[in-house]
Structures are given as C-alpha cells and as structure tokens.
C-alpha cells in the first residue's frame, strides 16, 4: 500500500519560501509510471494543481504559479520537495503532495493527509 | 487557465440520483480521455472515485458512473445515501501539459 507524507513547517512569514517535502513509502519514487504532485486547498476553497515532476527530472507547472515554484525529487530518499517563494497570505492552504498516473497525467491514485500551511508574520 | 465550471451545490433525497456537470474547453475535457473525479469530506483527503471519465476503482460502489459528451463531463451517484455528502472535484489533463480542476460542488443529501 503506497502511503505519501507531507512534511514542513506550519508558518511562515510573508516573503520568505515555504518549503515542504513529501516522503513515499510502499513503493518507488523511481517507477516510470507515476507522476509525484503538489495541490494546494485554501481553507474553505477548491482544490489547485501546483505541479508535477517525474523521477527523472522533466516537470510541469500551473502556469499561474510558475514563476515561483520548483519541485524536485531525490530518489535516493524516496522523496520530492516543494518550494515556494515570496509567498503571501494567499498561498495560505492546506498542501497534499499525491501520485499521478503517468499515462498524460489520466488520475491522482493516491494522496497525502494534507499539511496546513500558513502565511503570516 | 481557470478552472473547470462545476455548480456551487447540488442535493438530492435517499435513493435519488443526481448529476455533477464539468465544463472545460477543447483544450481539456473536450480533447481528451483522462478526466477523473474525486469526493472529498470534511477536513480529509480527496479520493478517487471515476479515472478516464468512466472508469471506476476498486472500492468504489458502482451507485457512482461517470460519462462524458464534448466539452462537458458528468459524474452521476446513483441510489444516494447519506455517506455521499462531499465536496466533488472534476479534475482535467490539459493540452499545456498541465492538470487544472474544477471549482468543486458540494453535494448535499436532503
């Protein structure tokens, strides 16, 4: 059973970089047939796509938060990370790291509990 | 890109059947398969309930079927009960390479 869990802090100030790393277990960051997302849900609003990456490196992002994203993976950690610059107040929300299919990104199969992450000085 | 258009909220009655609609473009719904919908309850992780518009997983009871006619797909909950109350998202692979979903609808069962 794959599980995902997202780690980092819960505050951080306004203009600085949120960070968060998201660990898989009970199965590879490695395989070919997943992609490893971040989605982001303001409290009380909808879900919001952030990016993606593949274990070798080649990602997407939302075109709307592109200038300040970047994902990574270390797959001698099982891991990928999130970071996040000059954030605001807005970027306030609950982030779930997830799998996707890797066949065009059909479906995220699998999620993360979510981490609350709030911007705020 | 903006999100797919979902209806704020929906309800229906135990043993009703309701229908969710998502709205996108050519560029995503209307362009291809992969079109997949999620519940999500209060304070909890989405969950998959329908992958490439019509397929469900395991687990997931076949009360809930997806379709999909041009730019628009449907999710429809058969037989409603009282656990099927949830936020439902549609969610989109996209011509960009990119994912968008939908504004989400909260379906509410009276």
């Known amino acids: 059973q794959v599980q995902l869990q997202e780690s980092g802090p819960g505050l951080v100030k306004p203009s600085q970089t949120l960070s968060l790393t998201c660990t898989v277990s009970?199965?590879?960051?490695?395989?070919?047939?997943?992609?490893w997302s971040w989605i982001r849900q303001p409290p009380g609003k909808g879900l919001e796509w952030i990016g993606y990456i593949y274990y070798s490196g080649s990602m997407s992002y939302s075109p709307s938060l592109k200038s300040r994203v970047t994902i990574s993976v270390d797959t001698s950690k099982n891991q990928f990370s999130l970071k996040l610059k000059s954030v605001t107040a807005a970027d306030t929300a609950v982030y779930y790291c997830?799998?996707?299919?890797?066949?065009?990104?059909?479906?995220?199969?699998?999620w993360g509990q979510g981490i609350l992450v709030t911007v705020s000085s | 890109q903006s999100a797919l258009t979902q209806p704020a909220s929906v309800s229906g009655s135990p043993g009703q059947s309701i229908t969710i609609s998502c709205t996108g473009t050519n560029s995503d719904v209307g362009g291809y398969k992969y079109v997949s919908w999620y519940q999500q309850h209060p304070r909890k992780a989405p969950k998959l309930m329908i992958y490439e518009v019509n397929n469900r997983p395991s687990g997931v009871p076949d009360r809930f079927s997806g379709s999909k006619s041009g730019n628009t797909a449907s999710l429809t909950i058969s037989g409603l009960q009282a656990e099927d109350e949830a936020d439902y998202y549609c969610?989109?692979?996209?011509?960009?390479?990119?994912?968008?979903f939908g504004g989400g609808t909260k379906m509410t069962v009276l």
């Open positions: 969610y989109s692979y996209t011509s960009s390479n990119t994912v968008i």
């Open positions: 997830a799998r996707v299919v890797a066949v065009a990104a059909s479906h995220v199969d699998y």
């Open positions: 009970g199965g590879s960051i490695n395989s070919g047939d997943y992609y």
